[in-house]
């Protein structure tokens, strides 16, 4: 049975809302490694796996803020080995509107400036619809 793990002090933020979004979701990976929770846990060496420019100490690190900020969830299992698993939480999958929205901006920002040439395609996308559980 897993455990989940108790909640950090949330550091201080600003008092603009805007400021605040910002400084939660800020850091060069928390966007594609959030991405990578909205379909489900995930370990953190698979989660490494996906992203694999990102360095372990940066992985962590991020993975603590995000937690720190109630975008995910750690939940350790009492088993040996040890197994830790990262997921979104309600308010990290809400993000997923806002993801998808700003990368939309970010090509239409390359477009204007005709700079597409320096962008990437989108790793944020739409996730698909699921199929129902069967109860």
Partial sequence: MAKPTKRLPTKRLPM????????V?????KAVILYHLFDGPRRLSVLKTLVPDITQKVLIQQLREMEEHGLIRREIFAEIPSRVEYSA???????????????????????ELNEMD????????????RPPAIA
């Fill in 16 to 23: 603009l809302p805007a400021e605040r979004a910002l400084k």
């Fill in 118 to 129: 320096r962008v990437t395609d989108c790793i944020i996308r739409p996730r698909q619809a």
């Fill in 89 to 111: 939480t309600r308010l990290g999958l809400s993000l997923e509107p806002i993801l998808l929205a700003l990368c939309a901006w970010a090509q239409h920002h390359a477009d």
């Fill in 25 to 29: 979701i800020s850091g060069r990976w």
